[in-house]
């Protein structure tokens, strides 16, 4: 936040905004924000909470006035009727503004917000809305400014420090506190994305812990911040390249940017990889690759989870996207996984019949996101259907390139097998991949992966070890998607060769095989 917010706030009630909604947590660092912008405009500062009322807040203890006005409707009147110049704060006033929890009581709640308006354009008052959510009704959509002061700056970070550096320096002189500039530049970087009471927090667990501030410490904290979030989890990936078969252009792509992170990256003149698109067939292994990526990389694996961003609530939704990518930019450098995007979106482009526009809004705000975001964050997104996918998505600068996942090709087949028989503990020697690779045409690795687990079934109810009789039969009795859904995946295709690269050495294949019977059950 720091001087540009202050810059910000105190020239938003200079031109006479009448009602600014903060967004933020920590009331006690916006108080002390509010009293630096008041004093400087020489105003009044005062705040109403539902249990205290109304009280002046310009000092450091408050003063309760005109008898607390403790009832939401009774302290806008108290703001109507003053006539010095101030500036009120509301604290959690949220809930008097959701017309669908109580509609007669909150509908009159929101109809003073609005007689009051004018007069507020016309007096040296602004009403300052502070809560840790955004909820506001339709008829104070224009009316209202939005300021997202939920996290701190680096500047402020640094005087959280500086606080329990000193504390802990009073309280015991035997901890190791003296940080050179890297060290305290490092700490600082590290904390981004928690809030000033977290960061304290933090600090002081690791000087309990170790003496000393560990970034350790610090990781763990932000990676339990990711665990008690609604919409984004943490994954704990241990896959690599060597356990996706084929996509050996994709792999050649992400290897060249693996350092694209570095300090020798920057000096180089290298920008940071933004991220991609995979699109293709169902069970091809996209999402496998997302989690190689990120492992091979060293990074976070943040997962959004799309259908858990549309809340019930009316701007939830849309505070729910913008909380999950400030927690993708605190943890960076990371990888940001979008699952199935096309599924999550499917309606960005509604007019507003069916969901008020929730899911276009929410789309807008990733996509600016997407385009604008200056921290390292790299972003995987998968889909399957291009059709469910609004143009927007397809653009430069967005991701820096769109991948097609296409069904695997003999050579590729041959490697599925050979890693998925490896992962069972089976020696992939004793099979004859290229019997299995020809006989599974068309196949997907995930249909590959199936065959085997229901080979290994019916070798366990046998008493026997799997052998190739039981893949072979397992084999025959697949119907793979490639067939069941021919026409979708053979437009897909065709799409692909036109508007997207190919992750695998061969590229796009002519037309989707249809599934051969193999007719043998000979053992190997």
């Known amino acids: 936040m720091g001087e540009n917010a202050q810059e910000t706030l105190e020239l938003l ?62 302290a806008l009147e108290t703001i109507a009727g003053s006539k010095e110049p101030a500036i009120f704060v509301l604290k959690d006033f949220h809930p008097f503004l959701d017309t669908s929890r109580h509609p007669v009581e909150n509908a009159v709640i929101v109809r003073k917000l609005r007689d009051l308006i004018v007069h507020l354009k016309e007096s040296p008052k602004t009403l300052v809305i502070l809560s840790p959510v955004l909820v506001f009704p339709p008829e104070l959509e224009k009316d209202v400014t939005i300021l997202d002061y ?53 600090f002081a667990k690791s000087l309990v812990m170790h003496r000393r501030l560990d970034l350790g410490v ?16 943490f994954f704990a990936a241990s896959e690599n390249f060597a356990d996706v078969g084929g996509m050996g252009e994709l792999k050649d792509w992400l290897r060249k940017r693996s350092v ?18 995979l699109l293709g067939v169902s069970g091809c292994g996209k999402s496998l690759m997302a989690k190689a990526v990120a492992n091979q990389w060293r990074l976070p694996l943040l997962r959004l989870d799309m259908g858990r961003v549309f809340g019930e609530l009316v701007g ?31 309606g960005s482009a509604s007019s507003g019949r069916s969901d008020a526009g929730t899911a276009a809004r929410v789309f807008g705000t990733f996509l600016t996101w997407m385009q604008e975001k200056t921290l390292p964050v790299f972003t995987v997104a998968t889909a399957n259907d291009i059709q469910a996918l609004p143009p927007e998505t397809l653009r430069k600068g967005r991701f820096d390139e769109t991948f097609f996942v296409d069904l695997p090709t003999p050579a590729e087949r041959q490697e599925i097998w050979s890693i998925h028989l490896t992962k069972r503990n089976r020696q992939p020697q004793r099979f004859d991949l290229r019997r299995l690779a020809a006989a599974s045409e068309g196949f997907t690795g995930a249909e590959i992966e199936q065959v085997i687990i229901a080979a290994l079934y019916d070798a366990f109810d046998e008493g026997d070890d799997v052998s190739m009789r039981h893949l072979l039969h397992n084999i025959e009795k697949s119907v793979p998607l490639s067939q069941t859904m021919r026409a979708q995946v053979d437009a897909l295709r065709h799409w692909a060769r036109l508007h997207a690269r190919p992750a695998g050495a061969n590229g796009v294949a002519v037309a989707a095989p249809s599934h051969q019977q193999t007719g043998t059950t000979s053992e190997h």
């Open 316 to 346: 939830s939704s849309e505070q729910n996207i913008r909380q999950a990518l400030r927690l993708a930019e605190s943890v960076s450098p990371s990888v940001l996984w979008l699952d199935e995007v096309d599924k999550g979106l499917a």
């Open 218 to 233: 610090i990781v763990a904290e932000k990676r339990h911040l990711i665990q008690k979030s609604k919409v984004m989890e």
């Open 13 to 74: 009630i200079r031109a006479k905004y009448p009602i600014l909604y903060i967004l933020s947590a920590e009331e006690r660092r916006i108080e002390e924000l509010l009293r630096h912008v008041a004093s400087q405009r020489h105003k009044r500062l005062f705040a109403w909470t539902i249990t205290e009322g109304l009280a002046d807040i310009a000092t450091v203890k408050p003063v309760i006035v005109d008898g607390g006005a403790r009832e939401p409707l009774q």
């Open 150 to 202: 939920s996290l701190p700056s680096p500047g402020e970070l640094a005087v959280a420090l500086d606080r329990v550096l000193r504390s802990a320096n009073a309280l015991d002189r035997g901890l190791e506190l003296a940080l050179d500039d890297e060290q305290r530049d490092e700490i600082i970087r590290a904390t981004q994305g928690l809030t000033c009471a977290e960061a304290e927090n933090v």
């Open 260 to 277: 694209a992170f570095s300090e020798r990256a920057r000096r180089f003149g290298l920008p940071e990889p933004r991220g991609l698109l």
